[in-house]
């Protein structure tokens, strides 16, 4: 093998399998409801498929941008993060929020923002299949 090839291999193939993992393939989509202590919230349940080892071939649920604070904007700028109060109204979290403000020189793709307590979460499926 060409040195280089396998010193990329060694080097970057188990964060490419990461990336992987976290990417897959996104086979189907359906939404899935679940309950917070602070409201409900709706994901969607994919059907997962991974050919690296481990294999993985199961449905998985992924909530995306779960707000677990209030904004750390305005009066609470710079202060101890102020718990999320409840909401009403089921949150749609399929799509990625911002994220917290990060180095110039470190070249973030994402959008940024103050706003930016937020979880996104990759769980086994909820449901009983
Ligand atoms: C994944 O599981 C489904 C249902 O159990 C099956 O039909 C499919 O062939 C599996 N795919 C792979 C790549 O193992
Ligand atoms: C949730 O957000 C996604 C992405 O913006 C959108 O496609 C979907 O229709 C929304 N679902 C509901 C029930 O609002």
């Not at 992987?20 to 602070?38: D, H, K, P, R, Y």
Request: with cysteine.
């Amino acid at each position: 093998m060409d040195p280089s090839l396998r010193l990329l291999s060694t080097t970057w193939f188990p964060i490419i399998n990461a990336i992987a993992l976290i990417f897959g393939n996104q086979v189907t989509a359906e939404e899935c409801t679940v309950s917070t202590s602070q409201g409900n919230v709706r994901g969607e349940t994919i059907w997962f498929t991974y050919d690296g080892s481990p294999s993985i071939n199961q449905t998985i649920d992924v909530f995306k941008g779960i707000p677990y604070a209030e904004p750390p904007v305005g009066p609470n700028r710079f202060r101890k993060p102020v718990p999320k109060a409840p909401w009403e109204t089921t949150l749609n979290t399929t799509t990625f929020r911002s994220i917290c403000w990060q180095f110039p020189e470190f070249d973030i793709i994402p959008p940024q923002s103050e706003d930016c307590l937020f979880l996104n979460i990759w769980s086994p499926s909820v449901k009983v299949t």
